[in-house]
């Protein structure tokens, strides 16, 4: 009895250190997984993305450099899906996967749709790990700043008007990617 009892005890005490070593990482990511999606008529578009959250810190020339690659969140690359050929900012992208990633700068961002699919963001050196061999296309963007203060970063589509964007916001700075169908493509 008391042999069994050392065993379940020992296999508790293993159990406790094993979450406190990795239990945040596995249950409390600092920067949770999220989807962005829109569904209009026949098309479907989807971004997989990671939320750092700003905690206080100087985000834009400081924790995300200006004028260097980001990867767009944080954790694994970002990827967004499309199901149809789409102009963006029009610039064709054909259907299919693509890695996001961009860089920041101060008055506007390059924001770049990338063919290769990365398991992670950032090599061991936390240098992205993006290639630009792969990139479908790029494009630059104003940078808007806002009023409000974004604690989290996010990755969403607005159609309010009816003119499509890909929007990224975080801290006092948005960016809005204009989306739309490609009027060539084939039913």
């Known amino acids: 009895m008391l042999k069994r009892l050392l065993i379940v005890l020992s296999i508790i005490a293993v159990g406790l250190l094993l979450y406190s070593v990795f239990g945040e990482n596995l249950f409390f990511r600092k920067s949770p997984k999220d989807t962005a999606e829109i569904t ?7 971004v997989e993305y990671n939320r750092p959250s700003k905690r206080n810190r ?3 020339g400081a924790l995300v450099p200006y004028n260097k690659v980001w990867r767009t ?3 694994e690359a970002t990827t967004f899906k499309t199901n149809k050929n789409l102009l963006i900012d029009g610039i064709l992208l054909k259907k299919g996967k693509y890695t996001l990633w961009t860089v920041p700068k101060q008055k ?19 240098e992205p790990m993006w290639d630009p ?3 479908a296309i790029e494009l630059e963007v104003d940078k808007q700043n806002i009023d409000e ?8 589509f607005d159609n309010k008007t009816g003119n499509l964007k890909l929007t990224m916001a975080w801290d006092q700075t948005l960016i809005e990617i204009p989306v739309q169908i490609d009027p060539s493509s084939k039913p």
Do not use: C, H, P
Not at 116 to 126: F, I, L, S, T
Not at 149 to 156: G, K, L, P
């Open 40 to 46: 209009l008529n026949d098309l479907k578009l989807e």
């Open 58 to 60: 100087t985000i834009f």
């Open 73 to 75: 969140g944080a954790n």
């Open 108 to 126: 506007s961002w390059k924001v770049m749709f990338n063919t290769k699919q990365y398991e992670w963001g950032v090599n061991e050196k936390m």
């Open 133 to 135: 061999n792969y990139d």
């Open 149 to 156: 203060t974004v604690e989290r970063f996010t990755i969403a």
